[in-house]
């Protein structure tokens, strides 16, 4: 059965840091897609970031223009995981993030959400002006 776990939710003021980490069991995802998701009290799952397996040891990733140079996503594939760091946080990046992982093997880093098969529980993330 595979679940993936994500941890480092939590609150913090406008301009501060988290790091969100989701550990994956079950399978190995090392040269699958995964991401980060993330939703707004009524608002729509949105892509935040994503990773692929590029070949040559390198992994492309993939961000919302919103986060683009304050958020930074990695892999460890010896922990079976995937990280999300987060920099320069602001109000509207408040809301529950998702780790997600996708079975099969694509060229590109999907941003739709019913295009990844695996979800983990969540995290709240909370940020204070």
């Known amino acids: 059965q595979v679940q993936l776990v994500e941890s480092g939710g939590g609150l913090v003021q406008a301009g501060g840091s988290l790091r969100l980490s989701c550990e994956a069991s079950g399978r190995t995802f090392r040269n699958y897609p995964m991401g980060w998701f993330r939703q707004a009290p009524g608002k729509e799952r949105e892509f935040v970031a994503g990773?692929?397996?590029?070949?040559?040891?390198?992994?492309?990733?993939e961000y919302a223009d919103s986060v683009k140079g304050r958020f930074t996503i990695s892999r460890d594939n010896a922990k079976n995981s995937v990280d999300l760091q987060m920099s320069t946080l602001k109000p509207e990046d408040s809301a529950v993030y998702y780790c997600?992982?996708?079975?099969?093997?694509?060229?590109?880093?999907?941003?739709?959400?019913?295009?990844?098969?695996?979800w983990g529980q969540g995290t709240q993330v909370t940020v204070s002006s």
């Open positions: 997600a992982a996708d079975s099969r093997l694509r060229g590109v880093v999907s941003t739709t959400p019913g295009e990844y098969d695996y």
């Open positions: 990773t692929r397996w590029g070949g040559g040891g390198a992994y492309y990733a």
